[in-house]
């Protein structure tokens, strides 16, 4: 799915959509819609515009990887998956099914979903063995991985940097979703991460900070992609939580929604620019 | 009283009780207030955790420590292990979510294996409440008790009217001839169900509420195999190492047999899905179990199961 576009018109329609498709999930049982809405803007552009992985190539070894380790964004990955034809749209309507195996978090039984996630702090280290493969064999590809920023607090996410660091994959990229939030809190009123870039730059990587909802700051950043030879990449994407939702963006209460049928309805208006839904579905409310 | 209520009550009585999560917040949102600097949040970070949990311990603290059972088992064991069982301090541990309760996460939150892990530990005392009734009822005394613990936290309401908990004791809700159903945990309530249409084909019906895995009610097992016919053992728990192993080793220990039929997640994990669902699929109803244990069909119906508000 590469291509040389540099007017990003039309990656934007596609993430409008993803939105569309991460707003209709979010009832009948729910979903994490906060870290899918500030994910998106970030797994479209890897899919549309960045990775070699399509439905045609995702059983050849040569493709690139991408790892979604926070797996609470999951459906924003599904609803990129059902835009690029990886996943066929209708079956996002068996969220939750016994039927299919849409669930909350990601797992392999849906095709280009690289290995399942949920558990904090994995991936990293799965990606790592993934990229040190690659560098074996003396192949192209790349590999991502997607990991939460509450996640960071997981010390296995640092052993993978002290690790890759030791290794010189610079085939790897890590790149944090920096949406500023844990499931409850902010992460700088529970465990502080900040300065995050300098902690990366101290373990050894090669680390760029950009607006993770902008297509050209992303088209810049991972066009510099390796940064620097021998050195783990590192780009910490600075995100909202609820990013395309007013009524729920940077709220603390609202990273699991479960809204009913008539939220959902406003809800998509909302996103396209009409009028804040008043919510009246149940919070989850850290006192 | 909610599991809540009763923990902060608890440590607002006694100074020694530190309150102390992995960012899991449901059962303690109204804690941190309350117990001010007693109320530890380390974050995402369940190994470490625990081995604070140990440290404050050592300065003689009882932390009760809260995360999804998934990663308070799994990603922390080793420093369960070593770091609560080997000193045999008394942090005890608070497993959101366990078994089914898990509902729609998928295999990476399924506790499944929890009551294996964690009764495999010296020192370690395992119990898994009916309800919330019967949750609130044992937790005193296993707090108050000098080693570690693991519950397993199960806070939805039954009708059932509870006896008295007493540590090792299980609660023998009804004796039976023809069967004894063995059960601990969320499934308590479909037993209930199970028993009702069973008694309603003509059985002898017998219900044991396991309630404390470890120390575990040898005695009750005991009678159970040798005064009913066939011994169900229900559990939503991987079959290897849970309450049919139990009834195993027990039965062995004493030179007994029975005829055991086992309802377990055998080399599986669930479907994941919203619970009343998963139930179903997995064939867990009270009606499914007792058309199960009959060998055929009935006209009875199965009561509406309670979908639990999300919570982790």
């Keep these: 799915m590469q291509s040389v576009k540099t007017n990003f018109s039309e990656l934007e329609a596609v993430a409008l959509k993803v939105r569309e498709h991460i707003i209709r999930m979010s009832t009948d049982g729910g979903c994490f819609v906060g870290a899918s809405l500030s994910a998106t803007d970030l797994i479209v552009y890897l899919y549309a515009q960045f990775l070699n992985v399509n439905a045609n190539n995702l059983d050849d070894p040569n493709r690139d990887y991408l790892f979604l380790s926070k797996g609470h964004d999951v459906p924003a990955l599904y609803g990129t998956f059902a835009e690029l034809g990886l996943l066929a749209p209708e079956r996002l309507k068996n969220h939750l099914s016994t039927t299919d195996h849409i669930y909350w978090h990601p797992n392999t039984r849906i095709p280009g979903i690289e290995f399942h996630s949920g558990s904090l702090g994995h991936l990293p280290s799965v990606a790592i063995g993934v990229a040190m493969d690659i560098k074996i064999k003396g192949g192209k590809n790349k590999v991502i991985c997607i990991i939460g920023d509450g996640e960071l607090n997981e010390g296995t996410c640092w052993e993978a940097v002290l690790v890759a660091n030791a290794y010189k994959l610079d085939n790897l990229i890590f790149v944090i979703d920096r949406n500023q939030f844990q499931a409850n809190m902010a992460t700088e009123d529970l465990i502080p991460l900040e300065p995050l870039h300098d902690k990366f730059t101290a373990f050894g990587a090669s680390v760029k900070r950009i607006n993770g909802h902008s297509f050209d700051a992303l088209h810049e950043a991972f066009s510099a992609f390796p940064f620097e030879t021998g050195k783990l990449n590192v780009v910490i994407a600075d995100t909202v939580r609820g990013k395309g939702l007013p009524s729920i963006e940077r709220r603390a209460d609202r990273w699991f929604c479960n809204f009913n049928a008539s939220e959902v309805e406003d809800l998509l208006k909302e996103l396209h620019g009409e009028r804040i839904t008043q919510l009246t579905s149940e919070t989850l409310v850290v006192r | ?312």
């Design chain 2, 1 to 312: 009283m909610t599991y809540e209520e009763l923990l902060t009550e608890t440590a607002l009585a006694n100074e020694r009780y530190v309150v102390m999560t992995a960012e899991n917040r449901a059962l303690v949102r109204n804690i941190p207030g309350k117990l001010g600097n007693r109320f530890i949040d380390t974050g995402i970070t369940e190994q470490t955790m625990i081995g604070a949990a140990a440290g404050l311990a050592l300065r003689g603290r009882i932390p009760v420590v809260h995360a999804l059972a998934s990663f308070l088992t799994m990603r922390a064991f080793e420093f369960v292990r070593t770091d609560a069982g080997i000193p045999n301090l008394p942090i005890k541990l608070s497993s959101f979510i366990p078994g089914f309760l898990s509902d729609g996460n998928g295999p990476t939150h399924q506790a499944v294996e929890d009551i294996a892990l964690m009764r495999g530990i010296p020192n370690m005392t395992v119990f898994a409440p009916a309800d919330e009734q019967d949750l609130v009822n044992m937790l005193p005394q296993i707090w108050a008790h000098p080693n570690p613990s693991y519950v397993r936290i199960n806070t939805r309401k039954t009708d059932y009217n509870h006896s008295p908990f007493e540590l090792g004791k299980a609660e023998i809700v009804a004796k039976g001839t023809d069967i004894t159903i063995l059960t601990y945990g969320l499934l308590f309530e479909q037993a209930l169900i199970a028993v009702e249409i069973l008694k309603n084909e003509g059985l002898s019906v017998g219900l044991i509420n396991m309630r404390s895995l470890k120390p575990v009610d040898e005695n009750a097992i005991v009678v159970a195999s040798q005064t009913s016919k066939l011994v169900v053992t229900l559990e939503d728990h991987f079959q290897t190492g849970g309450l049919y192993t139990i009834v195993a080793e027990t039965l062995l220990k004493h030179q007994l047999t029975a005829k055991v039929l086992p309802f377990a997640l055998n080399e599986k994990w669930f479907k994941p899905s919203l619970l009343p669902n998963v139930l179903e699929y997995e064939g867990f109803t009270g009606k499914q179990i007792a058309e199960k244990i009959l060998g055929y069909n009935t006209q009875s119906v199965q009561p509406e199961i309670l979908t639990p508000q999300f919570s982790e």
